[in-house]
């Protein structure tokens, strides 16, 4: 079976809610998956830098818990040093607010986000296997059983 194929078929179910209701209305493995999910897709298509500006930061908050639960640690790791480098302040979950933030971060901290990208890139964890596991554990809160 091709996991990386089951899950991209999962979140385009017809049915899925992970995209057309509010996170918070979601379930926790429902937002699990779509905090894992965005995550993964953000920052393979553009690092750390692309996922607090984009939808999927809005919920930066929860993503080491996400990735800690379905057994990333590693990655969860990597992902609380990018939150980290807001500083005192953590990443606003409104957009606008966040990319202000954003804007007002040193060079340096873009500069480490891009090696902590490089770091999430090289897959620590298996993320398929352990998203996919994860799912498959919690069948019932997804489309069709999981």
């Not at 209305?25 to 965005?38: K, N």
Request: glycine share 6%; aromatic share 14%.
């Amino acid at each position: 079976m091709d996991k990386n194929r089951y899950l991209g078929e999962l979140a385009e179910h017809p049915d899925a809610r992970f995209w057309r209701e509010p996170f918070e209305s979601l379930s926790r493995p429902e937002q699990v998956f779509r905090c894992v999910w965005e995550l993964e897709a953000d920052v393979n298509a553009g690092g750390f830098e692309q996922y607090f500006a984009n939808s999927g930061g809005d919920h930066a908050w929860f993503a080491g818990e996400a990735l800690r639960e379905i057994g990333a640690t590693r990655m969860a790791a990597i992902t609380a040093e990018a939150v980290v480098l807001f500083g005192a302040e953590a990443p606003e979950e409104a957009r606008p607010a966040r990319h202000a933030q954003i804007a007002h971060l040193e060079r340096p901290v873009h500069e480490y986000w891009e090696a902590l990208s490089e770091a999430f890139c090289e897959y620590p964890d298996d993320l398929t296997e352990l998203l996919y596991d994860y799912v498959v554990a919690h069948r019932e809160a997804f489309p069709s059983g999981g």
